[in-house]
């Protein structure tokens, strides 16, 4: 019985030891949904604000945007979309109507959202015309207000 003793407890050492170090590798990298549905969508971003104030002033144009708290400041969004075809059609309508925009790609595992978005996605993917796309842009964005919030 002595015999085993030593190896026993080498092995359950070297397995704390490896463990140990396995995990610290995870430390540093990004929290990621982890979701049989989890997809990537494309956010189209109106602007950064400090203040909400400052946001509803800024974003008073708009019928409908989404907004998200990070760091104390307020990301304003105006189009969601889980084509980049489409983020990039979404972002050429609104940089033809004056509005600077960016791109930002972030992970979601709504199911009942993602089957609605790939709808509006089929329909935005099969227009060219601004008001059809400031339609979809703006149901969209009341479905986000709904499903989600």
């Known amino acids: 019985m002595k015999k085993y003793l030593f190896p026993i407890g080498v092995s359950l050492a070297l397995g704390i030891f490896m463990a140990y170090f396995i995990i610290r590798q995870y430390e540093d990298m990004p929290i990621l949904a982890v979701s ?14 400090l203040d909400e104030k400052s946001m509803t002033d800024g974003m008073k144009n708009f019928q409908h945007y989404i907004y998200n708290v990070e760091d104390n400041q307020y ?4 189009g969601i979309t ?5 983020a990039l059609k979404m972002q050429n309508y609104y940089k033809n109507n004056g509005v600077e925009t960016v791109l930002k790609e972030k992970i979601t595992d709504n199911k009942d959202f993602i089957e609605v978005l790939k709808q509006y996605d089929k329909l935005l993917s099969k227009t060219d015309d601004s008001e059809s796309i400031k339609v979809i842009c703006n149901q969209v964005l009341a479905k986000y207000e709904e499903l989600v919030k």
Do not use: D
């Open 75 to 78: 990301y304003a969004y105006i």
């Open 82 to 86: 889980t084509s980049k075809e489409n």
């Open 36 to 49: 049989s549905e989890a997809e990537t969508l494309y956010y189209i971003q109106s602007g950064v604000y």
